[in-house]
């Protein structure tokens, strides 16, 4: 069982993908802004992190920059979620380092469960979520 922490400032959205890695198995630990994540992984860093480019104050790319930043060799792998292209969510990351993949809102569950266990790895990616999650 794995730690997923699940960064986005739409409650909604927040709340779908929690589902899904608590259907995985996993833990899910949410915020709704980059600031509210920092404050969870100082605690104890997750496993995985999927994050929202786009967000109020503190955006997704600062936050990888910042958890990258923070937390050295146990940074987590982060997955965005973001309704952003990858090309631009490529971008906007620049110099701070390549993510470990890319959902593009809005989701298939297919995608997301597909990014959150390569994310993850074999040891820790769970077992298969149901359609109807």
């Known amino acids: 069982m794995a730690q997923v922490l699940v960064v986005d400032d739409t409650e909604i959205v927040r709340a779908a993908v929690a589902q899904v ?5 996993h833990v899910a630990l949410t915020a709704a802004s980059g600031q509210d994540a920092l404050q969870l992984v100082q605690k104890a860093a997750p496993d995985l992190a999927l994050v929202d480019l786009r967000m109020p ?4 790319a600062a ?11 146990r940074c987590p792998p982060v997955v965005f979620v973001s309704a952003s292209p990858p090309d631009e969510v490529a971008q906007r990351l620049g110099p701070i380092g390549r993510p470990a993949g890319h959902v593009k809102k809005p989701f298939s569950l ?17 077992g298969p ?4 999650a």
């Open 57 to 60: 104050g503190m955006d997704g």
């Open 110 to 126: 297919d995608d997301l469960v597909r990014a959150i266990s390569q994310g993850l790895g074999p040891t820790e990616s769970g």
């Open 129 to 132: 979520v149901a359609a109807g």
């Open 21 to 25: 890695v608590r259907r995985m198995g």
């Open 63 to 73: 936050l990888f920059e910042a958890l990258r930043s923070r937390l050295g060799a």
